[in-house]
């Protein structure tokens, strides 16, 4: 493992525009077929505790809010707000194939997608978007088969092994190679801040092994991402292929809302994905 992780790269590029900040990932900007982000917290209308570019459906009673930072974020990566459709997600595992009929599903449509907490895309015309305060954003891109993911990962959905499954879905459904496959893992509640207990921590330790979970002044963590790159070192992705974050989202109040760190009095940010 150490091997494998020792290879992944590090860093997602911020950009600005218009006021709006959000990152992208480098190995997405050098296949050049898509139009993809993760927000920050900065750009937007919202107000208080959910100031400024707050994306949650749920915590903010301002439907005038919501509409203009998503409008917001549309302009700044170029997609249309009519395109836009936002996973239903259930903190678990699963994974579902967006058709062209899905577009604005969850946004300007009534959603019926069924659970599932990652939307896969091999079409334009379709705005894949999950949303977070501390679970993982996971991104998925086959340049070569134009086939490509966002994920909203919690640590049910890591357990799980959503990453499988989405990879299971890539190449039975669209006939992708592994190998082929650029991932980018986004910021989220790190090892330095995922306190959990041993119902937490056991499962992960006996499932992704001891290096996972650390014990700091007698408090438990678990890595999230560690647990990530063991699953996709299983699933085999190349260790070049993938690009960490790095980023904590309890630790970076500057930039990114966080459930854990506000005590669930907080926005959202946003992960979005669509082929040019």
Request: aromatic share 8%; proline share 4%; glycine share 10%.
């Amino acid at each position: 493992m150490a091997a494998f992780s020792g290879k992944v790269r590090h860093g997602f590029e911020q950009r600005e525009t218009e006021g709006v900040r959000y990152f992208v990932i480098p190995s997405f900007l050098e296949a050049g077929v898509t139009k993809h982000c993760f927000t920050t917290r900065i750009g937007g209308v919202s107000d208080g505790v959910y100031s400024t570019l707050n994306l949650s459906r749920t915590r903010e009673n301002n439907p005038e809010h919501k509409k203009e930072n998503l409008m917001r974020v549309c302009g700044a990566i170029g997609v249309p707000y009519e395109s836009i459709t936002l996973v239903n997600y259930a903190h678990g595992d699963g994974v579902y194939l967006v058709g062209a009929n899905d577009a604005g599903k969850g946004i300007t449509k009534e959603t019926d997608l069924p659970p599932c907490d990652a939307l896969v895309i091999r079409e334009s015309g379709i705005t894949a978007h999950t949303l977070h305060a501390d679970c993982v954003p996971l991104f998925f891109l086959d340049p070569i088969k134009r086939v490509a993911c966002v994920s909203h990962a919690g640590w049910r959905g890591v357990y799980y092994g959503i990453t499988g499954n989405i990879i299971e879905l890539f190449q039975e459904k669209c006939g992708c190679s592994p190998k082929d496959i650029l991932v980018g893992i986004g910021p989220h509640i790190m090892g330095c801040c995922f306190e959990v207990k041993e119902d937490v921590a056991k499962p992960f330790m006996e499932k992704f092994g001891e290096a996972v979970v650390m014990t700091r002044q007698g408090k438990t963590y678990v890595d999230l991402q560690l647990a990530l790159l063991r699953q996709m070192e299983q699933c085999g992705l190349l260790p070049e292929h993938i690009t960490c974050a790095d980023l904590c989202t309890c630790c970076r109040e500057d930039l990114f809302y966080s459930h854990r760190r506000d005590c669930g009095k907080t926005g959202a940010m946003g992960s979005f994905i669509a082929f040019d």
